[in-house]
Structure formats: C-alpha cells, structure tokens
C-alpha cells in the first residue's frame, strides 16, 4: 500500500514536532547506561571553534596523554588545512527554513 502524506494543514506544526524530538531527547538522555566519567571529556563546541589546538591539547591533558610538539604541529596543521578551499566551513542555517523561530528553539531547549 502506497504511503499517503497528510494534508498540511493537518500535521503537527514545526513547533510540536520540535517539542516531540526535545522530548524524546531528554528522555533518552536520562534512561542512559551509566558508564565512568572519567572515560569522557566534554568539549563546549564554541571553545573548540575559537581555539582548536589548545581544546585538543586539553582533551590530551584530561586523559593524561602526551601532548608533544609533532602532535600540536599535526593539530596546527590541521586547522589550517580546514580553515581553507573546499573543507573551509561555510554552514548557514535558517530556523525559517524550518518553520521555526528562535523563542520555539529556545522553549523546546530550555528546562
């Protein structure tokens, strides 16, 4: 039997899906195993964009890894590579595109 879609008007709003999958994700996040944190090491995304090479250096620290000079060259090097030509990042996105705004992003985020 082919898949029909439901008409706009009567699916859930971006909004009430967004509310959905948030939900869906906070409860995952609490029926996790727990496994022993010293095995992890969390990385905020805006420290590792603003500094690479010293976030990777304290992901090194963290799991009492030698971080040496050929591994910060390798690191640097890296960076540099990704800051240009066709792996330079250039990620743009619009909440509009998805039928969103930002108070439904931050509602659906924020406890």
Do not use: C
């Not at 010293?38 to 009492?64: E, K, W």
């Amino acid at each position: 039997m082919p898949a029909t879609r439901r008409p706009s008007s009567a699916r859930p709003s971006a909004g009430t899906r967004l509310g959905h999958l948030t939900r869906q994700w906070h409860a995952f996040w609490q029926a996790r195993p727990k496994y022993d944190e010293r095995q992890f090491f969390d990385v905020d995304y805006r420290d590792f964009v603003n500094d690479p090479v010293g976030t990777v250096g304290a992901i090194y620290d963290a799991f009492g890894l030698t971080w040496s000079q050929a591994a910060q060259d390798a690191v640097h090097r890296l960076d540099d590579e990704s800051r240009k030509g066709p792996r330079r990042p250039s990620h743009r996105y619009d909440l509009a595109d998805y039928g969103l705004t930002e108070d439904e992003v931050r509602e659906a985020f924020v406890r």
